[in-house]
């Protein structure tokens, strides 16, 4: 049975706050990444943050899959999972690199906790490892053979 939960996943313990545009499945850990215009104002709910691996220990949770969306958060996120990292899970993660800079991440750091993991990352439909540019898209981060 599905489980809500009313924290966000990050990269540490905290509190933060939660942008939401009017209600809909659209939520971002920053301003930017649900507001496009004047128009389309958002709306402020404070959460706590937690880890990834925090989460699945407290639940006693050893996951086959996990995918994350997390517009822009991706590699925060990943950065508090260095545990589900080291596992055995198949991993999907859409990647929103616009938004990296804002989380102060980048294409660098996402490359190293996949390296450190003993992953490599992959666009879905490509069969090729990540290169030096990234885009906008659905990775998976593999263990290597």
């Known amino acids: 049975m599905p489980v809500i939960e009313s924290v966000a996943c990050f990269d540490r313990i905290r509190e933060a706050?939660?942008?939401?545009r009017g209600g809909n499945a659209q939520l971002s850990l920053m301003r930017s990444g649900v507001e496009f215009s004047d128009t389309h104002?958002?709306?402020e709910i404070t959460v706590a943050t937690l880890?990834?691996?925090s989460y699945l220990s407290g639940h006693d949770l050893v996951p086959q899959y996990i995918k994350i969306d997390a517009e822009g958060a991706e590699v925060r996120i990943l950065k508090g999972a260095r545990n589900l990292l080291a596992g055995n899970a198949e991993i999907?993660?859409?990647?929103?690199p616009y938004a990296w800079p804002e989380f102060?991440?980048?294409?660098?750091?996402?490359k190293d906790l996949a390296d450190a993991a003993g992953r490599r990352i992959r666009y879905?439909?490509?069969n090729a490892e990540i290169?030096?540019?990234v885009e906008y898209g659905t990775v998976v981060l593999q263990r290597f053979s």
């Not at 706050?17 to 939401?20: E, G, K, P, W």
């Open 92 to 96: 999907i993660c859409e990647l929103h």
């Open 41 to 43: 104002k958002s709306e």
């Open 51 to 53: 880890t990834l691996d």
């Open 124 to 126: 879905l439909d490509q």
């Open 131 to 133: 290169g030096d540019q």
């Open 17 to 20: 706050v939660l942008f939401s």
């Open 104 to 110: 102060g991440s980048g294409l660098a750091e996402l």
